[in-house]
């Protein structure tokens, strides 16, 4: 599915995000409708972690992913920055790979540079999170694979 108008991020709200997961597929296809450029927090080197595999997905849907790893200098291909306060380039989108008890802080970042969104993988929740996103105005979504639900909703941008 190709996305031939982007979802305007006022409409966002009125979709409900903050309820929670589970998430309806127009729901979902509206955030990935919305977004280009997506920061992953915690993206892996190691091609057997999820942390790994997920942004090849996402690159693949044609997605600009923006690595995020203080402990390489690249990443598929890709340069990848220490933190997400170091990317030199608007964010739309906060993908997370790291434990929920550091949602809150990167929640808190992510409305720093002025991301558009977050997003907690599947098995990451965060209330602390969720409301620090949402009182920066961010939708947030969370547990939930964004790269399982672009290839199960066939997306691509």
């Known amino acids: 599915m190709t996305s031939e108008q982007p979802h305007d ?26 977004v280009s450029k997506i920061a992953v927090v915690g993206a892996s080197a190691n091609p057997e972690k ?8 996402l690159i693949e849907a044609g997605f600009d992913v923006i690595p995020v790893n203080p402990t390489v200098e690249e990443l598929f291909g890709l340069v990848t920055y220490p ?11 906060v993908d997370v790979f790291r434990p929920s008890d550091e949602l809150p802080e990167i929640a808190r970042n992510a409305v720093e540079i002025g991301a558009r969104g977050m997003w907690a993988q599947l098995g990451l ?28 909703l066939g997306f691509r941008k």
């Open 125 to 152: 929740r965060s209330e602390e999170a969720r409301q620090i996103a949402q009182d920066g105005g961010l939708f947030y979504l969370e547990d939930v694979c964004i790269g399982a639900e672009v290839r199960r």
């Open 50 to 57: 999820a942390a790994h595999r997920i942004p090849q997905i």
């Open 83 to 93: 933190s997400l306060a170091d990317i030199p380039q608007d964010v739309d989108l």
């Open 9 to 34: 991020f006022n409409d966002l709200g009125s979709l409900d995000l903050a309820a929670g997961p589970p998430y309806s597929d127009d729901q979902l296809l509206a955030v990935l409708q919305s």
